[in-house]
């Protein structure tokens, strides 16, 4: 049987768990926090905390981290890097961020785009992907995430949306299902040391998704707020420090891949239609 064990059970995480069968997967997941590995275990799956996982068990044949990486590097490799070199694991991802691009004034860029991150967060990310390079694993630069439970339907019926135009500002997205169809597609033929963007066809500015999702819902547009003059969050107004669209051009031709929700508008429509946001 193969067993999968996800480093970090978050949102992407959970999508591919739900897809692989039980009956030839064994699944592990860990969080940091007995409370997260107990509502794993709840899913059906064994639950760790990250602190007490000693070693890498002897029967994991795949690995996938989405652990984010702190002031010291990446935590995974901190403490199984030299574990994870010497190992014989069939398949192994890192979750990366397409933050480690940094910023291009909206113009195309793939994966062969020298990596120029302009945020401490994507600094960070170009780092920690430095640090799993050694073990020839596969990175997954993820654009901006939604799907069920995490998009724009949610907010603007909770009142909370807010279109903030920055002009010429664009941003790539990705559903989440995709993102677990993409890394099965990677998964039947790997290619070790490989990097691949894990976005959509339609990188586009991020006020036009909200008026996408207000006019599904029949709700108003919520008003234009000049980027200037927005009340965000610093992390929040970090997203806006880089504009670019994100090329996927590799997953769809090494891959194979074929989007279930090449765009915004197909994936925002599903939810609606399926009352499942």
């Known amino acids: 049987m193969n067993h999968m064990l ?25 969080s940091r926090t007995p ?11 064994e639950g760790v905390v990250f602190a007490e ?7 994991v044949t795949h690995i996938i981290s989405s652990v984010p990486p702190d002031d010291d590097g990446d935590p995974v490799m901190r403490r199984f890097g030299d574990q994870l070199k010497s190992s014989k694991v069939t ?13 291009h004034g909206g113009a195309w860029v793939d994966e062969d785009t020298p990596l120029a991150p ?5 600094q960070r990310r170009l780092v920690a992907e430095k640090a799993w390079a050694p073990i020839n694993s596969h990175i997954f630069r993820l654009a901006s995430i939604y799907g069920r439970g995490r998009n724009q339907l949610l907010s603007v019926m909770g009142g909370t949306a807010k279109r903030v135009v920055k002009p010429g500002q664009v941003f790539s997205r990705i559903h989440v299902d995709d993102i677990a169809g993409i890394l099965l597609a990677s998964m039947a033929q790997p ?16 006020q036009d998704v909200v ?3 207000a006019a599904l819902l029949g709700k108003p547009v919520p008003p234009d707020i000049p980027f200037c003059e927005a009340q965000l969050s610093s992390m929040a107004r970090s997203f806006y420090a880089d504009s670019k669209r994100v090329s996927n051009a590799r997953v769809k031709t090494e891959l194979d891949y074929k989007f279930t929700y090449p ?13 499942i946001v």
Do not use: M
Request: a negative charge; one cysteine or more.
């Open 211 to 213: 008026a996408f999702a």
């Open 191 to 206: 290619q070790p040391g490989r990097a691949y963007n894990v976005a959509d066809d339609e990188p586009c500015p991020p």
């Open 118 to 122: 302009n945020t401490e967060r994507g």
């Open 53 to 59: 996982l000693e070693s890498i068990p002897a029967s």
């Open 263 to 275: 765009n915004y508008r197909v994936g925002l429509t599903a939810l609606r239609e399926g009352l």
């Open 91 to 103: 398949w192994v991802a890192y979750l990366s961020t397409t933050g480690v691009y940094g910023d």
């Open 35 to 45: 409370e997260g590995a107990k509502s794993i275990a709840a899913l059906g799956h």
């Open 6 to 30: 996800f480093l970090g059970f978050g949102f992407s995480a959970q999508a591919l768990a739900w897809r692989l069968d039980p009956g030839q997967w064994r699944i592990t997941g860990t």
